[in-house]
């Protein structure tokens, strides 16, 4: 079925055209100030040395969630071992805590005790 209507529709009603008032000079106008932001707050994962963890272990963990080569990985890894402490990374906040709970869950799983903590970078 097709219906028709009985009267053409009207346009729509138009209001008056507001125009800016011509400008006298004596006007102040305020400038646009562009505002710089500041880059997020950099974290750093930081692996910490126990006596119970496999250096092998921390070396796959490396590689798996830090995306790192064997010879990189091996290299925090010692870090790790002769400092107590070694950073695998550098990300943003939430990533940085998302780094922390794999590792920790991945360790948990293993059986292992590795800690592993993110601070601001500095």
Not at 23 to 35: C, I, L, N, P
Not at 109 to 114: D, T, V
């Amino acid at each position: 079925m097709i219906f028709m209507a009985s009267q053409t529709p009207l346009p729509p009603p138009t209001g008056p055209v507001n125009r800016p008032a011509d400008d006298d000079g004596g006007s102040v106008v305020a400038e646009r100030k562009t505002q710089k932001t500041k880059p997020p707050q950099m974290y750093q994962v930081v692996m910490l040395n126990d006596d119970y963890t496999p250096m092998e272990f921390v070396v796959v963990v490396i590689q798996e969630f830090f995306n790192k080569d064997r010879e990189t990985a091996t290299q925090i890894m010692l870090k790790i071992h002769l400092d107590g402490k070694g950073i695998c990374g550098v990300y943003s906040r939430d990533v940085a805590a998302t780094k922390v709970q794999q590792v920790q869950e991945a360790a948990r799983q293993a059986g292992h005790p590795l800690q592993c903590l993110s601070e601001p970078v500095e």
